[in-house]
């Protein structure tokens, strides 16, 4: 069966990290959550006290950060390392790394920083990443390329849920408008904006359980994987 690369594209709390998860899970494959990485940077330049409005000086802090992934077999979940280090609770729930990804995201070092790191993971192939800009920027030759999306009242919700269960208390408001201003930062940024590859499958999940949306999308990869079986059934 041939290794191929699957991109996963999508808007905030869009649930395109659960998917890539189960879907790696079950094919397989590696997963990589690039949100997970920018998220990181954040962290890192919020607690050493560098100025994110100076991307000179965040480009200068770049080489002393060093993110890795590892996995959690008593969770069955995967762990962001930031220079060693668990990072994975804080980067979910600080809501000062929330208010500032935007802004670090679209400097340009940070992500030629990124995008290095995550082409070199998909060397092997055998990988589903999930991001913005995996269809269009990291690997723009990936066999699959999904773009997911849900209306933005029903994921403010599911990332309210998402929070009161890692104990985060706030509101339904101010969920939607931390959503919002991310999607309008996240799509209307010079460097790499989110967008849809032309090739690009979109999928709406506002309606569709997560057993069908993985199901559908199993249906994808096993034609990409194995075409000619897939023209004969
Ligand atoms: O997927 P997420 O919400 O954890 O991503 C956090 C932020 O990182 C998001 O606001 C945009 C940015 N991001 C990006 O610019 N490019 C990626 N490939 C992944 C995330």
Same mark, same amino acid.
């Given at each position: 069966?041939?290794?191929?690369?699957? *991109? @996963?594209?999508?808007?905030?709390?869009?649930?395109?990290? #659960?998917?890539?998860?189960?879907? *790696?899970?079950?094919?397989?494959?590696?997963?990589?959550?690039? &949100?997970?990485?920018?998220? *990181?940077? #954040?962290?890192?330049?919020?607690? %050493?006290? @560098?100025?994110?409005?100076?991307? /000179? =000086?965040?480009?200068?802090?770049?080489?002393?950060?060093?993110?890795?992934?590892?996995?959690?077999?008593?969770?069955?979940?995967?762990?962001?390392?930031?220079?060693? /280090? %668990?990072?994975?609770?804080?980067?979910?729930?600080?809501?000062?790394?929330? &208010?500032?990804?935007?802004?670090?995201?679209? @400097?340009?070092?940070?992500?030629?920083?990124?995008?290095?790191?995550?082409?070199?993971?998909?060397?092997?192939? &055998?990988?589903? =990443?999930?991001?913005?800009?995996?269809?269009?920027?990291?690997?723009?030759?990936?066999?699959?390329?999904?773009?997911?999306?849900?209306?933005?009242?029903?994921?403010?919700?599911?990332?309210?849920?998402?929070?009161?269960?890692? &104990?985060?208390?706030?509101?339904? /408001?101010?969920?939607?408008?931390?959503?919002?201003?991310?999607?309008?930062?996240?799509?209307?940024?010079?460097?790499?904006?989110?967008?849809?590859?032309?090739? *690009?499958?979109?999928? %709406?999940?506002?309606?569709?359980?997560?057993?069908?949306?993985?199901?559908?999308?199993?249906?994808?990869?096993?034609?990409?994987?194995?075409?000619?079986?897939?023209?004969?059934?």
């Amino acid at each position: 069966m041939k290794n191929i690369i699957i *991109a @996963i594209d999508g808007y905030s709390s869009c649930g395109k990290s #659960t998917l890539a998860k189960d879907l *790696a899970k079950t094919i397989q494959y590696h997963y990589v959550d690039t &949100g997970a990485m920018y998220r *990181a940077v #954040t962290l890192y330049l919020l607690q %050493n006290h @560098i100025d994110i409005y100076h991307p /000179e =000086m965040v480009e200068q802090a770049l080489p002393a950060i060093s993110i890795s992934f590892a996995y959690n077999a008593d969770t069955q979940s995967q762990n962001t390392l930031l220079n060693g /280090e %668990n990072i994975e609770h804080e980067i979910r729930v600080n809501p000062r790394v929330a &208010g500032s990804v935007s802004e670090v995201s679209a @400097i340009s070092a940070v992500r030629r920083f990124l995008v290095q790191q995550q082409q070199a993971m998909g060397q092997k192939k &055998g990988i589903v =990443m999930d991001g913005r800009d995996i269809g269009t920027v990291v690997f723009p030759d990936a066999e699959l390329k999904l773009f997911v999306t849900a209306d933005p009242q029903v994921r403010a919700q599911r990332r309210l849920d998402e929070l009161a269960e890692k &104990g985060q208390q706030t509101t339904f /408001e101010e969920v939607l408008a931390n959503l919002e201003k991310r999607d309008s930062m996240d799509s209307s940024r010079t460097d790499s904006p989110l967008k849809k590859a032309a090739d *690009a499958i979109e999928i %709406n999940n506002s309606h569709l359980s997560k057993s069908d949306q993985l199901k559908l999308v199993l249906q994808l990869v096993h034609e990409r994987i194995n075409p000619i079986a897939s023209s004969i059934e």
